[in-house]
């Protein structure tokens, strides 16, 4: 017959199930255990609670994110990849941080408004050029490109909570001081120069290649290279750019 004092005197077992191994047994902590649990006989040692990919899942930071004045489906697509990212979607109340539109007057001050909240912000802008950039960081808002890739932006997202800026190599490089030894305007001939010049005046490709000496395809390789030079994508931002420098001050 079992006697009362048997119980009472056996080592206590440890319940199976989820938890985490300590010198004095396991700890349920609703975590699914990793490794091997202590016997409960063992020796007893200072509790040392071991790390492991569920429990530090269980311990990640919450971060919400809300975006506001974008067109429905662009707004879906950032959130399918929020959630992708595990982000905590909300409307109506404040977030860490908000991606917005800054692309008309009107933007400047909604941008305003979100940042006086406390949240941090995303600009989106159009085209991502150095001026657009530019303004949105005087706002105090991290610069994202309005046409880039979703998985950046939420990605840029996440660097404004830390306070930092993500920015592509390229979009750096816009951002970069254009004067100085090896500024884009220290490479420029002034045979380019006056190109541009033509070109801001409405000029044609076909008219400029023919005034130079170049066949079409030619001329069209070396603008590229010329706009390359300007850090620039397209013949507006080359011609922007080249505002900028005073390469256009020739114009009659």
Avoid: K
Wanted: glycine share 10%; proline share 7%; with cysteine.
């Amino acid at each position: 017959m079992a006697l009362l004092s048997d119980f009472v005197s056996a080592p206590r077992r440890s319940r199976p199930g989820p938890g985490i191994a300590t010198g004095q047994g396991v700890a349920d902590t609703g975590v699914p255990q990793c490794g091997p649990q202590v016997p409960a006989n063992a020796p007893q040692e200072p509790a040392i609670l071991r790390r492991c990919p569920a429990a530090a899942h269980y311990a990640a930071p919450v971060r919400s994110l809300a975006i506001v004045g974008l067109p429905a489906a662009y707004r879906r697509g950032l959130e399918s990849i929020a959630r992708e990212q595990d982000w905590d979607l909300v409307e109506g109340s404040v977030a860490d941080v908000t991606v917005a539109p800054l692309r008309v007057a009107g933007d400047c001050a909604a941008i305003d408004t979100l940042l006086g909240t406390g949240t941090a912000v995303v600009a989106l802008v159009a085209p991502l050029g150095r001026d657009e950039m530019a303004h949105a960081i005087r706002h105090g808002a991290v610069p994202a490109d309005w046409d880039g890739d979703p998985e950046r932006i939420i990605d840029a997202a996440g660097a404004a909570i830390r306070g930092d800026l993500l920015l592509s190599l390229e979009a750096a490089r816009l951002l970069t001081p254009s004067s100085g030894a090896h500024g884009p305007e220290s490479t420029i001939t002034r045979d380019e120069a006056a190109w541009l010049v033509s070109l801001s005046q409405g000029t044609t490709v076909v008219r400029l290649a023919d005034e130079a000496g170049y066949s079409e395809r030619a001329m069209f390789r070396r603008l590229a290279d010329l706009y390359s030079r300007l850090g620039a994508r397209s013949r507006t931002e080359a011609l922007l750019a080249a505002e900028r420098l005073g390469l256009l001050d020739d114009r009659a």
